[in-house]
């Protein structure tokens, strides 16, 4: 069996389960049909547009099966008929589901698995295809509690992506594999305020084939803070230490760690968010084995009246790309990828169980090296009904 086919079995099985085993369910489900308009389909140099009309379903649900232990599930499948490609139809997956078991009075553990089938990222350099990917994350941890005040997590995780293109993901080497593992102390110095945290990340990512890959840790000092009822946030500040291995040869770097997050309720109506990071991470391109990110982003949800809602983001990614992160492909140059990307939603309710709603996406990419990394822009509308059970 597949490691694909097998991570999938396991959300499933998790979820079959827990509609047998749950003492108490509460389960929602809704679906969306979406009428829309995509002017990039492959998100390539070179447009192509198409109309498109997908049917979104989504259940979701929370099983207790005792006062230590219960179970979140999330499925959201998508079946999406585009006019204009190559395939016209596909179908998009999202499974997830999360255990958590109070072990002892002081020792929690959670289980996760996530699978997805998706289209390719802002940043893939799959140019001009209908390129798709499965992708599962699997991650588990433990929370000791050692008093009042102190706390230790430690966890552990394997994830892995497919891509459909075997070329492209066994020939060019952007299938993989990853291995990572967390621990982190925390201590509460203010009650129900403010806790500072120390800890460390490690990542172990091995490309396919002969690629290489690299590893990574990350060692950070933060702090959690709430500054009042309404606003909150996060702190993780420090660097990595990491051998990028080229396929031929392996070097050594440094990159600052940055995570960043704030939390604000404006008011009833207004939700503010916002992230901001810096780190080492998986080059999403075949050129190179690893890439500096920059990220940016701000989140707004406001409800204009009592039927009418907004939402709005936007992000901002800069990738740097050192030369000795580039693979033996004949690269000797640095380069910089740069992604802006920007969504905006109104929903109106014309009663509890029915919702219009209207959407837009813009995505622009543009970088300073053309041969593995594209640059394009991405205009997607759509016009919605969505209805809850």
């Given at each position: 069996?597949?490691k694909?086919?097998?991570c ?30 995509d002017?990039?389909?492959?998100q ?18 929370k099983?207790?099966?005792s ?32 255990f958590?078991?109070?072990?002892t009075q002081?020792?929690f553990?959670?289980?996760s ?7 390719k ?27 009042k ?25 952007n ?30 990512h091995s490309?396919d084939?002969?690629r ?14 709430n500054f ?9 500040v ?7 291995d ?8 440094y990159?600052?760690y ?13 939700t503010?968010?916002?992230s901001?990071?810096y780190s ?13 990110s920059f990220?940016?982003?701000l ?27 580039a ?7 640095d380069a ?5 990307r ?6 109106y ?6 919702f ?9 990419r ?10 394009y ?13």
């Amino acid at each position: 069996m597949s490691k694909e086919k097998l991570c999938l079995l396991t959300v499933l099985s998790l979820i079959s389960a827990s509609v047998f085993a749950g003492k108490d369910s509460s389960i929602k489900i809704q679906n969306t049909v979406r009428l829309g308009y995509d002017d990039n389909i492959y998100q390539a140099k070179e447009e192509t547009g198409s109309a498109f009309v997908s049917d979104i379903f989504n259940i979701s649900g929370k099983m207790t099966f005792s006062e230590r232990s219960e179970l979140l599930l999330f499925w959201q499948p998508e079946f999406k008929y585009r006019f204009d490609a190559d395939p016209e139809a596909i179908t998009y997956q999202d499974v997830y589901g999360r255990f958590s078991h109070g072990l002892t009075q002081n020792v929690f553990f959670q289980l996760s698995d996530r699978f997805r089938y998706q289209q390719k990222g802002a940043q893939s350099g799959a140019n001009g295809v209908d390129n798709n990917f499965i992708e599962n994350n699997l991650k588990g941890a433990l929370d000791f509690t050692l008093s009042k005040e102190s706390q230790v997590k430690v966890g552990a995780g394997y994830s892995l992506r497919r891509w459909d293109d075997d070329n492209y993901g066994q020939t060019l080497g952007n299938d993989y594999d990853q291995f990572v593992g967390d621990a982190s102390y925390l201590r509460e110095l203010k009650p129900n305020k403010t806790t500072a945290i120390a800890g460390v990340n490690y990542v172990n990512h091995s490309f396919d084939g002969d690629r290489g890959g690299y590893q990574s840790t990350a060692l950070y000092l933060g702090v959690d803070q709430n500054f009042t009822p309404a606003v909150s946030g996060n702190l993780r500040v420090g660097g990595s230490f990491s051998t990028i291995d080229t396929g031929t040869e392996e070097n050594d770097a440094y990159a600052p760690y940055l995570q960043g997050k704030l939390l604000m309720q404006a008011s009833e109506d207004t939700t503010f968010t916002g992230s901001i990071g810096y780190s080492m991470d998986k080059s999403e391109n075949s050129g190179y084995n690893a890439q500096d990110s920059f990220k940016f982003d701000l989140g707004l949800q406001h409800k204009l009246t009592s039927k009418l809602t907004l939402s709005s983001t936007v992000g901002y990614t800069l990738s740097f790309y050192n030369s000795d992160y580039a693979r033996n492909v004949g690269i000797n140059d640095d380069a910089e990828d740069r992604v802006f990307r920007f969504k905006i939603r109104a929903s109106y309710e014309i009663n509890k169980n029915n919702f219009v709603d209207l959407g837009y996406a813009f995505t622009t990419r543009d970088t300073t090296e053309a041969q593995y990394l594209t640059e394009y822009n991405r205009n997607v509308v759509d016009l919605g009904w969505r209805f809850k059970f």
